[in-house]
């Protein structure tokens, strides 16, 4: 039961940590990600969490507080 506990309390940590990293780092993170992939032609915009856009959401930002969103040309 400890062991449950200690990797719910894991998880919850290692995801807080990646919603606060900074966009820009992310942005480049998921930009190397698509290209190691041969995927082109396409833009990631960081954008207000509360702002609706085309495109998909790909990742959070900033504590949550802005997002990343994939759009293909």
């Known amino acids: 039961m400890k062991?449950?506990?200690?990797?719910?309390?894991?998880?919850?940590?290692?995801?807080?940590?990646?919603?606060?990293k900074p966009c820009d780092e992310l942005k480049?993170?998921?930009?190397?990600?698509?290209?190691?992939?041969?995927?082109t032609e396409y833009t990631?915009?960081?954008v207000p969490a509360d702002q609706?856009?085309?495109?998909?959401?790909i990742g959070t930002c900033e504590g949550g507080t802005k997002k990343i969103v994939y759009t293909k040309k």
């Open 3 to 20: 062991s449950y506990v200690l990797l719910i309390a894991a998880i919850a940590m290692s995801t807080s940590a990646f919603a606060a």
């Open 52 to 57: 609706n856009g085309d495109g998909k959401v």
């Open 28 to 39: 480049t993170e998921i930009a190397a990600k698509l290209d190691a992939k041969h995927i």
């Open 44 to 46: 990631l915009d960081v």
